[in-house]
């Protein structure tokens, strides 16, 4: 498999997760979309990283990795508590800093 397949690979899965991101009301699902978009992030780097032969990539892969880790951990935190505020988790609702 070439460069071309990982980058279409990534490209798709960027697609999906931008198309996730700008048609979902719900929280949860917007987060899901920005993994997705993140993860083919780490595609590009992984890919990118193989081809060229420089390990720099797949190490800015693990630290991409770990901060996706803690951005969901702090969305989750932060849709939970404004479940518990508001009721619900659609975007759309949740105008808490409108003045």
Known sequence: MGLQAYLILAA????IGLFG?????????ILLGIELMLNAVNVNL??????SGDP????????TIAITVAEVAVGLAIVILIFRVRLTVEADHLDLLKG
């Open 12 to 15: 798709c899965v960027f697609a």
């Open 21 to 29: 991101v700008l048609t979902r009301r719900n929280a949860i699902g």
């Open 46 to 51: 992984v890919a990118f990283a193989r081809f």
């Open 56 to 63: 720099a990539g797949m190490i800015f892969t693990l630290f």
